[in-house]
């Protein structure tokens, strides 16, 4: 999906966004301020081969249904072209655009909601012959519906033709499902969650009966899915999205046993591991997914980030300068203020380093966490334990006195000359690295691996 394969491609996506809710709402109005858009889909680009199984993965809300509706011509991008088998899907003739629907077909998540439940098995399934004008003879469209539906395992067809959804079970629907996209004999296929309404036990059956059909009928396939054993299961390259970025894609076994992305990389270590019997586990990433209404400057995932690069001239640990980069983005949101601090502490302690303290803490789970962070229950660090250069060491000190003047965005204004990063300055273009692309600043682009700077080893380091 990198491009990177020598066979023809079938789908090209080149800097396709998509934004949802671009014009002015009420509260703009009233607040004065410009439409702040839903960015779903963010400046996306790769390639899907002719006969390749291709997986998008991602959080809920990351874009991924959008991105999918996109390649079916369900959505227009707002920007960006997409291209089937080389030709333009925007701005075509409607002669070609109905060329194109009976060649690209999408199956939803849930079998109950899109199956018409008045319509029967074979109405469901023969309507977008009728509707694309394929087959107009009765007798032959009844032949053609029963052949896909014993393709695909619904067998004897003469049992299921005329029953109506509510008679079938939730396999058996979104088989259906399958057929009235197969019917067409499509190219490419979007198939967005296709079993997670389904019940765990049927799962593998109707995954196996998809690759199947991939063999009989020549398709080529998108999988939509948050659930990475499916993806792993199912698809020869993937990619990775974050916030509506495609953060990194390449050969899905690339992705998922070496991550180059740090939000890969705490995307699969937040998946419980099945043999050690383990819970499912936060992941070394601090707070949540921000609104897609106003995403982070940089890249999307730096205030997140367990690798956020120093300026060139840092002196210190990475991890010291993570918590400082956090220390700032409190300030930002307004989390770090006189009221927060411990009763009492701002008469006759020492507010500032209580708030430095404060401020260094790691929204993260316990094994990432410091040992004052861990004995205070989060609350706090003791500047012993962090490798702080001592010039940051006084500007974060100086922030604090500045919030409690009473002026946090100014705080945070000041810090810029020491904790300024190129992942907050920059959004990071994607980039070769190993057999992928990856769209992160610790990548140099010449396909080499991670920058020097900062080291590795202390990119890697956590205590
Ligand atoms: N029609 C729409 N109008 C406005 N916002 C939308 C619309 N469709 C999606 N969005 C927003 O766009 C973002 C991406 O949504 P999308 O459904 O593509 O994500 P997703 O990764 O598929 O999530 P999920 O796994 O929950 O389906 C979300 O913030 C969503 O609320």
Known sequence: MDGTGDREPLVEVENVSKLFDTTQGVVDTILGREPRPVRAVDDVSFTIERGDIVGIA???????????????????????????????????SSQAESEFRKRVQMIFQDPFESLNPRMSVFDTVAEPLKINGIVDDYQDRRERVSRVLND?????????????PDELSGG???????????????????????????????????????KELQDEYDLTYLFISHDLSLIRYMCDRSGIMYLGDMVEQGPTDDVIDDPKHPYTEALFDAVPDVELGEDRRRANATGEVPSPRDPPPGCRYNPRCAHVIPPDDWTGSQEAFRRAHQFRLKLRRGDLDAGTLADGSAEGGEPERELVEQGLTLDVPEEFQTQTEIESGGHRVSLRELDLPANVRDALFGAAGTVLDGDPGAAADGLEDVLGTVCEHEHPDPRPADSRLVSCHLYDGDGSGPNTNPPVDAMATED
Not at 67 to 79: A, D, F, H, M
Not at 159 to 164: C, E, I, W
Request: with cysteine; net charge negative; glycine share 10%.
């Open 152 to 164: 695909v395992g619904l067998a004897p067809a003469e049992v299921y033709l005329d029953a109506f």
């Open 58 to 92: 991602g959080e809920s809300g990351c874009g991924k249904t959008t991105l999918g509706k996109l390649l079916v011509k369900l959505y227009e991008p707002t920007e960006g072209t997409i291209r089937f088998d080389g030709e333009e899907i925007t701005g075509m």
């Open 172 to 210: 058996e629907r979104q088989r259906v499902a399958i057929a009235r996209a197969l019917v067409v004999d499509p190219e490419f296929v979007v198939c967005d969650e296709p079993v997670s309404m389904l019940d765990v036990s049927i799962r593998a059956g109707v995954l196996n009966l998809m």
